[in-house]
C-alpha cells in the first residue's frame, strides 16, 4: 500500500503548455511538500503546506501554483513550461513535531520532459 | 538561509570497507540533520537522523557524528555491502525548512 504516491510517474510535454502533477498520502500527516530534483541532483524545496495552509514558498516562479484541496492531497499545476522546468518532481509528507520536519516520506517522483 | 555543502561527490569503495561522507552547514541555528539514501528511480529514503543535543548516533552499520562548534557533520558505514550502492543526502533544518546537500553518488565494487 504506497504511502505517498504521486502521478503522472513520466510527463513529456511541449514547451509552453499546462501540466499538472498530483500527490496523495495515505500516512495521516499534516504537511506536504514538493521537491524538484534537476539533472545535477540537486533536491531544492519549492513549497510545503501544513494542513492545507502554504508555510514555505521558495523562490520559484508564479508560473508554478500549488493547490491543497485536503491534509492528503498536494497538487502541482505549472503553466507555460519551459525547458528549464525539465525536472523529476517529489512530493513528500511528515509528521512535524515541535516545529521541526521529521522525517520526510518521498513519493517515487514524476519525470517531467520539456520539449 | 541555509547553506549545505557535502563531499565528497563521488566515492568507490570495495565491499567491506568503510564509507564517510561530510557535511557542513552554515546556520548555527540548525537543529535536526537527517541522512537520506536514494535509489535508482526512486524518492529519497531517511536511513539516519540526529538532532543538535546529540553528538552521535549509530545504527547497526551506519553511525551519524555531530560537531555544532565547527557546523559539520558526517555519515560513517562499516562493512560496506552492495546494496549500499546508491545516492546519499546529507541535510540540516531548523522549523519546517529542510535544506538538502548536493548529494554523493556511493559506488561498492564487489
Known amino acids: 500500500d504506497t504511502a505517498v504516491s504521486q502521478t503522472p510517474k513520466y510527463l513529456v510535454t511541449q514547451m509552453g503548455n499546462d501540466k499538472s502533477i498530483k500527490c496523495e498520502q495515505n500516512?495521516?500527516?499534516?504537511?506536504m511538500y514538493w521537491y524538484k530534483q534537476d539533472s545535477k541532483k540537486f533536491l531544492k524545496i519549492m513549497f510545503s503546506y501544513n494542513n492545507k495552509e502554504l508555510i514555505i514558498n521558495e523562490t520559484v516562479p508564479n508560473r508554478f501554483s500549488p493547490k491543497s484541496p485536503d491534509k492528503a492531497h498536494l497538487n502541482l499545476h505549472i503553466n507555460s513550461l519551459e525547458l528549464g522546468d525539465s525536472a523529476v518532481y517529489f512530493c513528500?509528507?511528515?509528521?512535524?513535531?515541535?516545529?521541526?520536519?521529521?522525517?520526510?516520506?518521498f513519493g517515487e517522483g514524476s519525470r517531467l520532459t520539456v520539449l | 538561509g541555509e547553506n549545505v555543502e557535502q563531499h565528497p561527490s563521488t566515492l568507490s569503495v570495495q565491499e567491506g570497507d568503510s564509507a564517510v561522507i561530510k557535511c557542513t552547514y552554515s546556520d548555527s541555528a540548525s537543529n535536526y540533520f537527517p541522512w537520506y539514501k536514494q535509489e535508482l528511480g526512486k524518492g529519497p529514503q531517511l536511513i539516519i537522523d540526529i538532532r543538535s543535543n546529540v553528538g552521535e548516533k549509530k545504527d547497526q552499520r551506519i553511525a551519524v557524528t555531530l560537531n555544532k562548534t565547527a557546523k559539520h557533520f558526517s555519515l560513517h558505514i562499516t562493512e560496506t555491502q552492495p546494496e549500499d550502492s546508491a545516492v546519499y543526502f546529507c541535510a540540516a533544518s531548523k522549523g519546517p525548512k529542510l535544506t538538502f546537500g548536493t548529494g554523493t553518488r556511493l559506488t561498492i565494487i564487489p
Open positions: 500516512l495521516g500527516h499534516d504537511t
Open positions: 513528500a509528507s511528515s509528521q512535524a513535531h515541535g516545529g521541526g520536519t521529521g522525517e520526510l516520506f
